[in-house]
């Protein structure tokens, strides 16, 4: 029951309210004395709690005698009635929000934190809903499975262009980085990459690793790391041979020393 009435409060009612009209459905048409004791509300306060709801049309008031009783909205029409003032609400300010970016003027360039995995894995998935033209991206297994339909999609209107890690079979137009020393004791340094269109672009930490990212529309950033991705694909198309291999991680091995 504690969860039913944690599930109300997160959907806009208040422990008091959320209460009583969970022991309503549990118990039926009662007086605010039973939804009182059976509640755990306090009698000072069941009355005004009860009021609150039947003003919601939540609760139906009527009187009985002496007494006034208290039953539930049904179930049903209650949740209806609940998706439908939610829905009215997110269109509302969404239309409000839309319209105010709108008139707000175009901020400059800029590179911002973002915090969490669901965040994050939003944002991908709202700027590859915006994708036009293609999408440049440098990505691990996990992140990579995480939003591979997402991709898929995007795949269908716009070229997919970039380099995947420890993936099989991915979608057209990405290469897979060649198995190396490098790659197999990456161990907890994974990234991604993604830029869309050219314009605006989401990178960090794998959010299995680390869920914190950073999102940019600066053209220097976007330049600079698309141009990485290209580095990483070119070198991984050109070496082919392990001598050429044991070369590039001696190299590599000397200059991050």
Not at 85 to 99: C, I, P, R, Y
Not at 220 to 242: F, G, P, S, T
Not at 248 to 257: G, Q
Request: aromatic letters at 10%; charged letters at 25%; one cysteine or more.
């Amino acid at each position: 029951m504690n969860g039913i009435i944690e599930k109300m409060q997160e959907i806009g009612f208040n422990q008091y309210e959320s209460q009583a009209y969970v022991t309503l459905v549990k118990c039926g048409t009662s007086t605010a004395y039973q939804v009182s004791k059976e509640s755990g509300i306090p009698r000072a306060r069941v009355y005004d709690v009860l009021k609150s709801l039947a003003v919601q049309g939540v609760v139906i008031q009527e009187k009985s005698g002496k007494s006034t009783l208290y039953s539930p909205l049904p179930v049903d029409v209650f949740l209806a009635s609940i998706q439908s003032k939610w829905e009215a609400t997110f269109s509302s300010v969404g239309e409000s929000l839309k319209a105010l970016e709108i008139v707000q003027p175009n901020p400059d360039n800029r590179v911002a934190s973002i915090q969490g995995s669901e965040p994050i894995l939003a944002f991908c998935e709202t700027m590859l809903q915006k994708a036009e033209r293609k999408v440049i991206l440098s990505m691990w297994s996990g992140m990579y499975e995480m939003l591979e339909p997402l991709l898929k999609k995007a795949a269908h209107r716009c070229k997919m262009k970039g380099i995947v890690f420890q993936v099989e079979q991915p979608i057209s137009g990405l290469d897979v980085h060649r198995k190396t020393s490098f790659v197999e004791e990456i161990g907890q340094n994974k990234w991604f990459i993604l830029s869309i269109d050219g314009r605006e672009m989401l990178y960090g930490p794998s959010v299995e690793q680390r869920d914190t990212a950073f999102y940019t529309d600066d053209p220097v950033h976007i330049y600079l790391l698309e141009n990485y991705v290209w580095h990483d694909i070119l070198v991984n198309r050109l070496v082919r041979e392990k001598e050429m291999e044991k070369w590039i991680s001696a190299e590599r091995e000397s200059f991050f020393k």
